[in-house]
Every structure is written in C-alpha cells, then in structure tokens.
C-alpha cells in the first residue's frame, strides 16, 4: 500500500484535454514489468490518488507511461506536474488482457474516447508479436478529428504492421474524410472471422453496452468478449469495497472481465 | 434488367426478397456513379430518388454559414442512402456527398410511391425494409446525442 516514488520525465499533451504522463523510478531501477491492461493507483501528493491504466509497451518498458483525461482535481493537478516532480505510483494492479492466450485468433479491438489508452499495452504487444495473429482489426470511436489519440502510433500501425484501423467520429466539419457515426456501425463490416475472434473492448460504460450487442450478434461467443470495467477504485487490492459489483471487486477481479462473466449483471442499474 | 434485379437482389437491402419484388424494384432502378466530391443531392431538393450503396462512401452533411458542411453520418457499400421518397414533402433533409468514387443503384421515388399504393404486399414488404434502415440510423444518432466516448 505503500506508494513507490517516481518522477516526472515528461508530459505530452494529446489532444485538448488528454495528455500522458512519462515516469522514472526514483531510485533509478528498471520500470517495473506489467501485463497490458494493468493499472497503477497514482497519488499526487498533497491532492488525491487516482486509478489510471498505464498505456505504456509491455513488452519494452523503457518507462512507465499513463494516459488520461484532465476531469477531475487529481488529473488536473497531474497535468500541472512538471519534469522533475515526484508523484506516487502503487501497482500495478489487476487482469490483463488476454493477449499471449489468444495467439492464432483474429482480434478485434473496439475502443470508445480515452479507452484507446487502456489498450495500446495490447496493441504494442499485438504488433511485436504480430506474426502469431491472424486478422488484427482496430475500432475506434471518438467526438470529433481533434479528440482522436495516438495519431502518430495509429498511421504506424495501418502502415508497418499489417493491423486494420478503422477510425469514426461523432462529428466533423473540414477537411475529415474518414467516417463519422458511432463506432458500433463499424462492426458490422469490419473484417474478421467473429468464429475464431476475440474482442477487446474499453470505453464508457455505454459505448461497451452497444459494442457487445453488435459482436454478439456478428456471432463472437460470450467468452470471448473482454471488457474494461470502471468503478470508483480506492484501495486497489479488493480490500476497501468501493468497486464491488455484486461478488467481484473491480480493482482485483478485474478491470478486465470476459462479458460471459459479467453478462447477468452489465448494464444492471443497481449494480 | 437482369442484371439490375441480380444487383438489387445482391445488396442487403434486397436480400430474400421475393422474385417479383425484385422485377418491379428493377423496372425503375439504374446503375449510377458519382466522383469524388460530387453532391449526389442537397438539402431541400425533390426527393427523387433512393440509393443502395454498392462501393465508395457517402457523407451526409448539413451546411452552416458559420462553419460550412457539417458531418454527421457517412454511409457505405451495403447501405442506404435516402429515405425522404417515403415522407411527404418528399425533399431532402440533407446534403450527399461522395467522398470517393461512388456506385450505386438508383431508384426513382414517384415510381416507388406508386407501386406502393398499386401493390400493397409490395408496398408492405418495402416499408418494412426502410423502417429497419430508419430505425437502425434512429438508434445510432441516439448514441451519438448522449456523447457516447464522455463521462456519460
């Protein structure tokens, strides 16, 4: 429970109001290993501590990289970190996605907003090791041309590593010639073999409700379906209750759960 | 005439329909392209015509004086492109525009109307088809009202 200190290598602002966060442990060890999809409980010193997935390459983790919103005091307070400044990091905590497990299988990734971070651990992973895959094929829906994260790792992705990007926004006005819907009205077309594919999923709660009604019904099986669950995280050991959804403890448990595993209870209002 | 009932009976739009749905569907229907950046309609013109989308991709946009063409929805192969044949006043809601090169299969509007009333099983089957496209476009711009990538 005790927090390890790093600090601060750099801040990168992504979009308006998203940036990541670059970290070095402070005694100068190696970054410490992850599995994609982890997260560490960041504290800011003085304000609050936060659970924040690291987006950083698992398979090269050269330093440890966050992504987020600036939404509350906590992120906001991140974002007026300087290089240099100390923040707490405990961690990391939680399931992973199951990559190494679905070696052979298409993947189909559907990311919704600021949920492209939790999953570029997977992609980096999908693109050191993407000959042991079949189709890679990433969904990815955000507002607007201006909300779109990772652009500079998106081109290089389509472009060296054989993985099909598909990019839609709720809007736009210019010079976009992408598409513009929901990322849902992606997947009916997308090109993968729903029998021999696994689906990674993260985005608002919402977005995952509706991605998981078009994957079902493209026919990927309940348990092959993986989702990014979000819940008021405190302590990140299952110990204080704050995310428990019925018997599991987001923290813990999950955040990454198989939708055959969630299916009774997602999208329940009570739970 | 073959060929376009073949075409229609190849889209999804006109996936199982029955044969001679297909003929009369056919008898007002033609192949039709459109370039690049070509408006394929805009906002407030006699609606024509519908579109089952065969390759290339179709922005729907409504214009601003502020801020010019305003996307919210782009269509592709396998889709449908204007439902506004159905509802009086029969104008368009919006603009259409090719975003690349675009083939499609046109149907006349007034020529559908008229089956509809001449035929009523055709009329039927035909509005069950459109009221599927409008319903699933209805529960997609619901998702894009609520922010759906926000802190919703």
């Given at each position: 429970?005790?927090?390890?200190?790093?600090?601060?290598?750099?801040?990168?602002?992504?979009?308006?109001?998203t940036?990541t966060?670059?970290?070095?442990?402070?005694?100068?060890?190696?970054?410490?290993?992850?599995?994609?999809?982890?997260?560490?409980?960041?504290?800011?010193?003085?304000?609050?501590?936060?659970?924040?997935s690291?987006s950083?390459?698992?398979?090269?983790?050269?330093?440890?990289?966050h992504t987020t919103?600036?939404?509350?005091?906590?992120?906001?307070?991140?974002?007026?970190?300087?290089?240099?400044?100390?923040?707490?990091?405990?961690?990391?905590?939680?399931?992973?996605?199951?990559?190494?497990?679905?070696?052979?299988?298409?993947?189909?990734?559907?990311?919704?907003?600021i949920g492209l971070a939790p999953l570029k651990?997977?992609?980096?992973?999908?693109?050191?090791?993407?000959?042991?895959?079949?189709?890679?094929?990433?969904?990815?829906?955000?507002?607007?041309?201006?909300?779109?994260l990772f652009?500079?790792?998106?081109?290089?992705?389509?472009?060296?590593?054989?993985?099909?990007?598909?990019?839609?926004?709720?809007?736009?006005?210019?010079?976009?010639?992408?598409?513009?819907?929901?990322?849902?009205?992606?997947?009916?077309?997308?090109?993968?073999?729903?029998?021999?594919?696994?689906?990674?999923?993260?985005?608002?709660?919402?977005?995952?409700?509706?991605?998981?009604?078009?994957?079902?019904?493209?026919?990927?099986?309940?348990?092959?379906?993986?989702?990014?669950?979000?819940?008021?995280?405190?302590?990140?050991?299952?110990?204080?209750?704050?995310?428990?959804?019925?018997?599991?403890?987001?923290?813990?448990?999950?955040?990454?759960?198989?939708?055959?595993?969630?299916?009774?209870?997602?999208?329940?209002?009570?739970? | 005439?073959?060929?376009?009932?073949?075409?229609?009976?190849?889209?999804?739009?006109?996936?199982?329909?029955?044969?001679?749905?297909?003929?009369?569907?056919?008898?007002?229907?033609?192949?039709?392209?459109?370039?690049?950046?070509?408006?394929?309609?805009?906002?407030?013109?006699?609606?024509?015509?519908?579109?089952?989308?065969?390759?290339?991709?179709?922005?729907?946009?409504?214009?601003?004086?502020?801020?010019?063409?305003?996307?919210?929805?782009?269509?592709?192969?396998?889709?449908?492109?204007?439902?506004?044949?159905?509802?009086?006043?029969?104008?368009?809601?919006?603009?259409?525009?090719?975003?690349?090169?675009?083939?499609?299969?046109?149907?006349?509007?007034?020529?559908?109307?008229?089956?509809?009333?001449?035929?009523?099983?055709?009329?039927?089957?035909?509005?069950?088809?459109?009221?599927?496209?409008?319903?699933?476009?209805?529960?997609?711009?619901?998702?894009?009202?609520?922010?759906?990538?926000?802190?919703?």
């Amino acid at each position: 429970m005790i927090p390890q200190l790093y600090s601060v290598r750099q801040i990168k602002q992504e979009t308006h109001d998203t940036f990541t966060l670059e970290l070095d442990p402070k005694d100068g060890t190696k970054t410490p290993s992850f599995e994609a999809g982890q997260f560490n409980m960041l504290y800011v010193f003085g304000v609050g501590e936060v659970p924040i997935s690291i987006s950083s390459d698992p398979t090269a983790p050269k330093y440890l990289m966050h992504t987020t919103r600036e939404v509350g005091i906590v992120t906001k307070a991140m974002r007026k970190l300087k290089r240099g400044d100390m923040i707490g990091v405990r961690g990391p905590y939680g399931t992973h996605w199951p990559i190494e497990e679905s070696a052979g299988s298409d993947i189909v990734i559907v990311a919704g907003g600021i949920g492209l971070a939790p999953l570029k651990p997977a992609l980096c992973h999908l693109v050191a090791r993407r000959e042991n895959y079949g189709r890679v094929v990433l969904l990815y829906g955000t507002r607007s041309p201006n909300d779109i994260l990772f652009q500079k790792e998106l081109k290089q992705w389509r472009a060296d590593f054989d993985l099909e990007v598909y990019v839609t926004v709720d809007r736009a006005i210019g010079s976009w010639r992408g598409n513009v819907g929901v990322v849902t009205t992606l997947i009916p077309k997308a090109p993968f073999d729903p029998l021999s594919s696994v689906a990674l999923i993260c985005g608002p709660e919402v977005m995952m409700r509706y991605t998981v009604q078009e994957l079902v019904r493209r026919g990927v099986n309940h348990g092959k379906i993986h989702i990014s669950m979000e819940r008021n995280m405190k302590c990140g050991i299952g110990f204080c209750g704050h995310c428990q959804m019925e018997a599991s403890f987001v923290c813990k448990d999950g955040p990454v759960f198989t939708y055959g595993a969630l299916e009774n209870i997602f999208g329940k209002r009570e739970v | 005439m073959e060929i376009l009932k073949l075409a229609i009976a190849e889209h999804p739009f006109g996936k199982n329909l029955e044969p001679r749905f297909l003929k009369m569907l056919a008898g007002g229907a033609a192949h039709v392209s459109f370039k690049q950046d070509q408006h394929i309609f805009r906002e407030g013109e006699e609606c024509d015509f519908t579109f089952l989308i065969n390759s290339g991709s179709v922005a729907v946009d409504i214009y601003s004086p502020t801020k010019g063409a305003i996307t919210i929805q782009t269509l592709s192969d396998g889709e449908v492109l204007g439902w506004s044949w159905l509802v009086p006043p029969f104008r368009k809601h919006f603009d259409a525009r090719a975003l690349e090169v675009v083939h499609a299969i046109s149907i006349k509007g007034q020529y559908l109307r008229d089956l509809c009333e001449q035929d009523h099983d055709f009329g039927y089957e035909l509005l069950k088809r459109f009221i599927g496209v409008v319903a699933n476009r209805l529960q997609k711009t619901r998702l894009q009202l609520i922010d759906i990538y926000g802190d919703n």
